[in-house]
């Protein structure tokens, strides 16, 4: 590596993070104040032998109870209510206030048979669902550049500003308006903060119509003065679904959204119970279909989804044109630029949130820049809310959380196939 190994590594303030988790944190504050959480961590890598060491282990959970050290700065709170019009005095207030507990995360090694030194790693968050909330995404971001500096070390810096650049320059050339996505992944904030620089740079250079919107990382939005993006997760569907039932659960989710957010923040995340079943509680309020104004296709197919969702606006009597995709599913460039000719034959304005293919996106430096040096695939994820199991049904199936029994039984509920 090009940077000299750090003794601890720690996200650079609270607000080094995706945007929805604060917009749901209000809404959680709203809504549900006195509701519990639980959070777990998933290794996708372990099936491929991608383990852990003891080590990298011992250096996350010393940097996790460094946790509460963070804060955000009166600077940031100064800043917060112009980029953010939608968060209230008294929700910022409760920010100012907020630090971290790292009493409430649990985080185990689970070593490999007939090994000490490799292994798995469990995490589990729990506590007030406002509270844990903010946990998912600095925990995530904080293990993958652990993993980077203590265990696979076989990459450089080199030739990071410029891949970025040409990225960005190539997707605005391709008319593709776009929004950075990829702060739980990272390799590093030092990786992070080079592409976004990089990234508003070949936004100004480019003097076409699209554009790049800004970045889900509010730290880092505010740094460059870009626009924080981000709405809703799969997490207040699912959360909303546990306390208050399948049953419209979409629906209800969305309109208790509405009752925080007014005519704000209206980008719909169809799949978190397949984008089917969003479909059949979308179509029963056509008003409110009217009202929120873009959806987001975050699995399954994404060739599919855009004709699919100009047949639900014109059986409700609305203009799609009016309206807006986001695609978010692992884009990179090939998928960005297809999506775009589609959209734009269909005359269905999209744009892109890019994360993981921007912000680790490396070699390794013994082959010579040809062979991946892979990014960690992980998640975590809302696992119960007040006791009660959390599912998320997506429209692929590695995608999906939860007990089986429990994801079968809503199944059921929302009349998919088991």
Known sequence: MASTQPDIILPASILDTDLYKFTMQQAILQHFPDASAKYRFTNRDKNKGRYFTKACYERFKTSVSRFSELTISERQLEQLPKACPYFTPDYLNYLRSYRFKPEQVKITFVPVADSAEFGDIEIEAAGPWVETILWEVPLMATLSETWFTYVDTDWTYDGQAELAYEKGIKLLEGGCTFSEFGTRRRRSFETHDIVMENLIRASKDY???????????????????????????????????ALKGYENCNGLALDLWEQVYNDSLKIALTDTFSTEAFYKDFVKDPARARRWKALRQDSGDPYVYAPRAKEIYESLGIDYKEKMIIFSDSINMEKALGLKKQCNELGFPCSFGIGTWLTNDFKKASSGGKEQSLALNMVIKLSEVDGKPCVKISDEIMKNTGDPNEVKQAKLTFGLPV
């Open 207 to 241: 003097s076409g119509s699209a554009r790049l919107s800004g970045t889900s990382n509010v730290h880092l939005a505010l740094k460059y003065g870009v626009s924080p993006m981000g709405t809703i997760a799969h997490e207040w569907f699912m959360g909303v679904a």
